[in-house]
């Protein structure tokens, strides 16, 4: 379509977590690893994400929102329990492949969070994804 431009793309693939958002997950599940936290310093070598261990953690996991999304929910099921804060995407196919079949819980988020210092709402809506392997 002529003179349209994509609303719903963004120069970036990080999205802080909302401290409050964290807090409250955080108070209810008790996360002893985050493996994305912002800057990538844990996850990324170059464009391999890193293997750290997941087995038998509270992970919580703020992936980046780009292609490698599905690589992070790809280990879901490895720790004790896995949170993920995800772009609310249930058209694609890592949500039918690895969200549908595997979480224990979807929380679609009302409204748009405000990631970090953002004046502005996120252009995307989004879900916390609870997997527990207990």
């Known amino acids: 379509m002529k003179g349209t431009t994509p609303i719903f793309s963004s120069q ?3 999205w802080p977590t909302p401290r ?11 996360f002893d690893l ?12 170059g464009d391999i994400p890193l293997l750290c261990a997941w087995e038998g953690r509270r992970v919580f996991c ?8 599905a690589d992070f929910l790809r280990r879901a099921r490895e720790p004790q329990l896995a949170v993920f804060l995800i772009p609310a995407r249930t058209d694609t196919r890592w949500f039918h492949e690895l969200v549908l079949p595997y979480a224990s819980e979807i929380r679609f988020v009302r409204g748009r969070l405000k990631f970090g210092d ?8 989004s879900m916390i994804v609870v997997y527990r392997n207990e």
Request: aromatic share 12%.
């Open 12 to 14: 970036t693939v990080d």
């Open 20 to 30: 409050d958002v964290y807090a409250k997950l955080d108070e209810e599940f008790h």
């Open 34 to 45: 985050d493996p994305c936290p912002l800057g990538g310093a844990l996850w990324m070598q």
């Open 62 to 69: 703020n992936p980046p929102y780009g292609p490698k999304i």
């Open 118 to 125: 953002a004046k502005n709402s996120a252009p995307f809506p």
